[in-house]
């Protein structure tokens, strides 16, 4: 490099600028986005439970009928050994079901397989999955909710609380209440634009 160069680009500003780029190239492959939340999409894999329970299926503790009215009485009311057929379907000893509240409208519920401890509506509550009208000729439908046996992770995909807050969230089981790990917007509906 010949002495004008390196001379030219040895001033302060350039090295300030030339640390400003290296740090802003090093933000942007290995850090979180802007919003703090995961570069990546969380997978299944990343959330692993350590054994999967594969004795006798305890139902629900629903507790009494009489607390419950209109869908959740229908989706409550029954005997409670209806779901003991069930099978594991999350985080190693829960059973996750749905509840239907109209046309493309559910909401989530689980219970622990072991103790019947009953867990009511999950994040994010109602939850609308279309079809809904994209414009255009396009419908606009989601996937509404993916679990495993093996994983602590819900993926719920859906517009919460109407129509209009849609996306897909990646929640994490901690044991005792789900965390919001990820919220990335989707597509609307044409009533949302």
């Not at 933000?27 to 703090?36: E, I, L, M, R, T």
């Not at 993926?155 to 901690?174: F, L, S, T």
Request: aromatic share 12%; charged share 20%; glycine share 12%.
């Amino acid at each position: 490099m010949s002495q004008i160069l390196r001379s030219a680009l040895s001033t302060p500003t350039d090295r300030a600028v030339r640390c400003v780029i290296l740090l802003w190239l090093i933000a942007a492959n290995f850090s979180p986005n802007v919003k703090g939340q995961p570069a990546s999409l969380p997978r299944f894999g990343d959330y692993p439970v350590s054994a999967v329970y594969r004795g006798a299926i305890r139902p629900p503790d629903f507790g009494s009928p009489e607390q419950y009215q209109g869908t959740d009485l229908r989706c409550f009311g029954g005997s409670p050994k209806d779901y003991a057929r069930e099978q594991i379907n999350f985080a190693g000893h829960f059973v996750i079901g749905d509840c239907a509240c109209g046309t493309g409208c559910r909401y989530l519920f689980m219970w622990d397989a072991i103790n019947g401890k009953f867990y009511g509506r999950l994040p994010p509550g109602v939850i609308n999955v279309g079809p809904f009208d994209g414009g255009g000729g396009e419908v606009v439908e989601f996937k509404a909710e993916e679990h495993r046996a093996d994983s602590s992770l819900l993926i719920v995909e859906g517009c919460a609380g109407g129509v209009c807050d849609c996306a897909v969230r990646y929640y994490r089981w901690n044991g005792s209440e789900f965390d919001l790990i990820l919220r990335q917007p989707s597509r609307l509906p044409l009533s949302c634009r």
